[in-house]
Each structure stands twice: as structure tokens, then as C-alpha cells.
Nanobody, 127 residues
């Protein structure tokens, strides 16, 4: 059974850091691309970052300005999102998702290309 479980969301002050985890079961994370997405109240879900299967090339939303880093631990079967220099506008519900095989890497943030989603975790950044 394929499952993705996010954790690590919290309330943090502006300028702080958080590390989100996306623990996978039922498949190996290095066999699939994994994306992180977020949705703020009243806004559409947006792609934050993506890590390719295998070689693990990474991609980021331009708006992040280099503050976030995606990584993968194959032994733990987990994908991480390290978030630094957090801003109030980063407040959102964050989810990870597995990309369908044989889909194009680009664009990596097309929602329909993802087949399994986690339940999400809330990140709140106070000013």
C-alpha cells in the first residue's frame, strides 16, 4: 500500500527554520520523483520543489530565492524539505506527492502528474 506521511510542520518566527519530512511506504522513494507543494488560505496549490528519481536532480520554485532545499534519504525512504529564512508568506499547508512514472520531468509541478499525496502538515510563520 502506497503511503506518504508528512511531519515537521510547526509555528515558527519569521527568519526561523523548519525541516519537513515525507516518509514513504509501499514503494522506494528513489524509484519515483517526489514533489513538495503548499497551499495557503485562499490561494491555489503551488509547487515548491521536486527531486527526480534515480540521480536526484532537484528543482525549485523561482519564488523561493534559494531558501529551501530538498533532499532524499534512501535508507530512511524519506524526502526532506529544509526551509530556512522563513517568512510569513510561507505560511501554508505543505504536502508531498509521488510523481507518476513515465511523465516528463518538466514541468515538474503539474498536479495531474502526481498519483499519491500525503495528508499534509501545517507551517505557520509569525511576523
Amino acid at each position: 500500500q502506497v503511503q506518504l506521511v508528512e511531519s515537521g510542520g510547526d509555528l515558527v518566527q519569521s527568519g526561523g527554520s523548519l525541516r519537513l519530512s515525507c516518509a514513504a511506504s509501499g514503494f522506494a522513494v528513489d524509484d519515483y520523483g517526489i514533489g513538495w507543494f503548499r497551499q495557503a488560505p485562499g490561494k491555489e496549490r503551488e509547487g515548491i520543489s521536486f527531486i527526480e528519481a534515480g540521480g536526484g536532480s532537484t528543482y525549485y520554485a523561482n519564488s523561493l530565492q534559494g531558501r529551501f532545499t530538498i533532499s532524499r534519504d534512501n535508507a530512511e525512504n524519506t524526502v526532506y524539505l529544509q526551509m530556512n529564512s522563513l517568512k510569513p508568506e510561507d505560511t501554508a499547508f505543505y504536502s508531498c506527492a509521488r510523481k507518476r512514472p513515465f511523465t516528463l520531468v518538466s514541468p515538474w509541478d503539474r498536479l495531474g502528474d502526481y498519483d499519491y499525496w500525503g495528508q499534509g502538515t501545517q507551517v505557520t510563520v509569525s511576523s
